[in-house]
Every structure is written in structure tokens, then in C-alpha cells.
């Protein structure tokens, strides 16, 4: 079983350690919590297959992959923070080809959390790391979801407790294919804060060619996904169903949580995983009623994340030996 640790620098330390002998360490981020290794150590990265790299800064990161101008602008404004790239590798990165899962592109971010900071220094390597979860279920945002779900993997050595991740949705990721500035995965960075950066619209995922659509994390049509049933757009409650509201017109149903009471899309972005899980514990298997949730900033991601998580389950396709699934935090 993993330690896990409140996350102090000596803590922080250990886990750096660990990662250099190839072991797997859990962290937070300002998204989610990640399942981070040694991402130039073919075997680490293989327990963990097809994850993402994190690196300390934009110079780092110039090391591995190849930036064009709007990627640099992109990650001047919103490095650190919740926005990942997808990027042509370099020819001469240390990079363990795995992180690639075989392509000529990698995504990679510079996160914010001062605790996913601080194990990258103490690390001294970038960091493979997708979210820390069992493949398919729901993102975790806080140390005590990681050791429920991975706590038993034999490869993780300890998980950092940092609290609850603030913004608790992961990353957005966002790609280049033919040059052209394309949203793969909506997420911590709602789409209009990139498009006014940028002084243009971005293309589509499901308009896209080439490999930084077929790479993008996150993209299985079944994703966070509690045990219990989903019915999303609901706008009454069945008696045998348990409701996930958002603001203040919640209908009364007899067991309920409101993702954000007021109707912050920023305050329900940072609880959705946090209540998907709970509200599923509570369901025991009845169906999970969810309100519509509005299609504007956050709300396009946080809607995504629903979606998926109420789509027909599906087998992944890759899967690591420790279980965990191959998505960017």
C-alpha cells in the first residue's frame, strides 16, 4: 500500500527520489491529481502508458518539443496553469517514446500547484503524468480519491496531500494539426479566454486530421464515470432518483447536491468530480438525475466531462499495468 503524505518539503523530497529510482508518486495540481514518473525512463512510463509530460517552465519545455508562434504566445499567458499543448517532439529529447504512445507529438504543460512544482525540482525530470485514477472512473481531486482508487498499485510509492485541487478540472488541451490552433479537450481554460489571446477562433477536435486529434487525452466517448446511471438536461426529479443540481432553481429532491448554489461556473467546475463521487455513493445505483448546466466558459467543459461520464461505458483501449487511465491532468 502507498504512503501518503502530507505534502512538506521532506515529503517532497522523498517522492523525488522516488520518481528517480522509477517508482510512480501521486501529486496535486491546480486541475486534478496526477500519477507522476520519470518521463525519460521507459519502464516507469510504461506502468502509467500514454500519459503527459510536465515540465517547470517554458524553457524546459523548449528542450522536448517544438513550439510555433501562437503555442509560444499561449504559453506565455497561461503557463503556469491549466492549459496543456500538444507539440512536435524534438529529434534529441530524452523523452521516453511511450509519453508519444508512438507519435511524432507530445503534450505537455507547466503546472501551477506549488506542490507539483516542487516535485519537479526535487525530481530533477520531467514528469509523465496523467490523472490518478482507475481507467474510466471518475478524476481525482483530492489525495484520499487516489488512495481509494490506486492506493494498492504496487508501483505507487507514496501520494503528496496537498488538499483539494483548486480549479478540479483537468487541463485543456490544445493542438496544432496542420498548423492550425485547434480545441482537443475543453477544460480549466475556458475556449473564449484562448480565442481573445489568440484574436481567433479555434477549430474544433471533431474537425481535425492528422495525429494531434487522434492523441489528444481524454477523448474516449466514455470518461468519468461513476457506477450509477446518469440522465443528463433534468429539469424535475423521479422518486428513484437522486439529483446533481447547479444554482439556485434546484428542484426538491431527497437526496441532492447543488454544484454551485449561486450558479458559478467556476465554483461547480471545482466540484464536479468531488460531487460526482458523492453523489454516486449516495445513489447505490439508482440513477444520477443532473440540470442542465450552461453551454458558456467552464460550462463547456464541465458539460463534456458529463457527457462522457453518461455516455454507454466502453473497454479502454490502452491501459497501463497500474491501471490508471491514459488521460492528461
Keep these: 500500500?502507498?504512503?501518503?503524505?502530507?505534502?512538506?518539503?521532506?515529503?517532497?523530497?522523498?517522492?523525488?527520489?522516488?520518481?528517480?529510482?522509477?517508482?510512480?508518486?501521486?501529486?496535486?495540481?491546480?486541475?486534478?491529481?496526477?500519477?507522476?514518473?520519470?518521463?525519460?525512463?521507459?519502464?516507469?512510463?510504461?506502468?502509467?502508458?500514454?500519459?503527459?509530460?510536465?515540465?517547470?517552465n517554458l524553457d524546459e519545455a523548449e528542450k522536448h518539443c517544438v513550439f510555433n508562434r501562437e503555442a509560444e504566445v499561449l504559453a506565455r499567458r497561461?503557463?503556469?496553469?491549466?492549459?496543456?499543448?500538444?507539440?512536435?517532439?524534438?529529434?534529441?529529447?530524452?523523452?521516453?517514446?511511450?509519453?508519444?504512445?508512438?507519435?511524432?507529438?507530445?503534450?505537455?504543460?507547466?503546472?501551477?500547484?506549488?506542490?507539483?512544482?516542487?516535485?519537479?525540482?526535487?525530481?530533477?525530470?520531467?514528469?509523465?503524468?496523467?490523472?490518478?485514477?482507475?481507467?474510466?472512473?471518475?478524476?481525482?481531486?483530492?489525495?484520499?480519491?487516489?488512495?481509494?482508487?490506486?492506493?494498492s498499485a504496487p508501483q505507487l510509492a507514496f501520494v503528496l496531500d496537498g488538499g483539494s485541487c483548486p480549479l478540479g478540472l483537468e487541463s485543456t488541451v490544445i493542438g496544432f494539426p496542420q498548423g492550425v490552433p485547434t480545441l482537443l479537450r475543453p477544460g480549466a481554460v475556458a475556449r473564449e479566454e484562448i480565442e481573445k489571446v489568440l484574436g481567433k477562433k479555434l477549430m474544433d477536435a471533431d474537425a481535425a486530421s492528422g495525429e494531434e486529434g487522434r492523441a489528444s487525452p481524454g477523448q474516449l466517448e466514455s470518461h468519468y464515470a461513476p457506477g450509477s446511471p446518469i440522465r443528463l438536461d433534468a429539469r424535475e426529479v423521479a422518486e428513484d432518483e437522486v439529483l446533481l443540481a447547479f444554482g439556485p432553481d434546484a428542484p426538491k429532491a431527497k437526496t441532492s447536491m447543488n454544484l454551485s448554489p449561486s450558479g458559478d461556473l467556476r465554483e461547480a467546475a471545482a466540484n464536479l468530480f468531488a460531487m460526482l463521487r458523492a453523489i454516486d455513493a449516495e445513489a447505490q445505483g439508482r440513477r444520477i438525475a443532473v440540470m442542465p448546466i450552461p453551454m458558456m466558459g467552464l460550462g463547456e467543459a464541465i458539460n463534456d466531462r458529463l457527457k462522457r461520464a453518461a455516455a454507454p461505458r466502453v473497454r479502454e483501449a490502452r491501459q497501463g499495468s497500474s491501471g490508471c487511465r491514459s488521460s492528461a491532468v
Design 78 to 151: 497561461f503557463w503556469p496553469g491549466g492549459l496543456t499543448l500538444v507539440l512536435p517532439r524534438r529529434e534529441d529529447t530524452p523523452l521516453s517514446l511511450l509519453v508519444s504512445a508512438g507519435l511524432d507529438t507530445v503534450a505537455i504543460r507547466v503546472p501551477a500547484h506549488e506542490t507539483a512544482r516542487a516535485l519537479i525540482e526535487a525530481a530533477k525530470r520531467p514528469l509523465a503524468a496523467p490523472s490518478a485514477n482507475p481507467s474510466g472512473k471518475v478524476s481525482p481531486t483530492m489525495a484520499a480519491h487516489v488512495m481509494e482508487g490506486l492506493g
Design 1 to 56: 500500500m502507498a504512503e501518503c503524505l502530507s505534502a512538506t518539503a521532506e515529503a517532497i523530497e522523498r517522492a523525488g527520489a522516488a520518481i528517480r529510482e522509477g517508482k510512480l508518486v501521486g501529486f496535486p495540481t491546480e486541475t486534478v491529481y496526477g500519477l507522476g514518473a520519470d518521463a525519460t525512463d521507459d519502464k516507469a512510463v510504461a506502468s502509467i502508458f500514454e500519459a503527459k509530460g510536465h515540465v517547470a
